[in-house]
């Protein structure tokens, strides 16, 4: 009687051991492949989601601009990586225009494409989220677009009255005056030297050498 009580508990836990087995092994892939659980960032590396300052070298002028026009930037401050690794503060950024749009609404996507380094140039994936100091323009979307606020209803008395003066003092072209006008009053302009928040899209890997 006691050898069988014994096999029974043998064989129970020999179940639960096996299912305790078998639950790990199916939670492990499960993990792995879960998009949600982000892999962490090397030392060396500048984590995805670091927000920094950038001043611009270029002035940028919707009435101006056009898609796929380059530009550049500076950076306002230090990235540091965990180990250190460090891209100083004054260290140049090229980017280019991916879209403009003009008229009242103005709006402008700004892409950054690569960072100079110590050792060379690597390529920058990063967003505009901010254009600190600036009252004229939208805070930026989620893809990063720059819009300037619409203007008031005195504003667009006066640019009205801005086309209109603009036209009258040319009886043939005084349509395309009046246009160009209402389109610079209604532009959106970045001065050189403006200051653009920016947040990493992807990790920003430092080389030591």
Not at 3 to 13: A, G, P
Not at 24 to 38: E, K, N, W
Not at 47 to 65: H, N, S
Not at 153 to 169: H, L, P
């Amino acid at each position: 009687m006691r050898q069988e009580i014994c096999e029974v508990i043998v064989n129970q836990l020999s179940s639960w051991v096996g299912m305790l087995f078998l639950t790990a092994a199916m939670s492990l892939p499960t993990q792995a492949m879960d998009p949600a659980v982000a892999p962490m960032a090397r030392p060396s590396a500048v984590p995805e989601g670091t927000t920094f300052l950038v001043r611009l070298q270029d002035k940028l002028d919707t009435a101006e601009l056009h898609r796929g026009e380059h530009f550049k930037v500076k950076l306002d401050e230090d990235l540091i990586s965990a180990n250190g690794n460090m891209i100083p503060r004054g260290k140049k950024i090229k980017g280019h225009v991916s879209s403009v749009e003009h008229g009242r609404h103005a709006r402008l996507l700004l892409s950054f494409d690569e960072i100079e380094t110590k050792h060379g140039w690597i390529a920058l994936i990063a967003t505009v989220i901010g254009v600190p100091g600036e009252h004229g323009i939208k805070a930026p979307n989620s893809e990063g677009e720059i819009e300037r606020k619409g203007p008031s209803a005195k504003q667009t008395i006066e640019d009205a009255a801005a086309g209109a003066a603009a036209g009258s003092t040319d009886s043939e072209g005084g349509a395309g005056a009046g246009a160009k006008a209402s389109e610079r009053a209604n532009r959106l302009r970045l001065e050189k030297g403006a200051t653009l928040e920016v947040r990493l899209d992807r990790a920003l890997q430092i080389p030591s050498h």
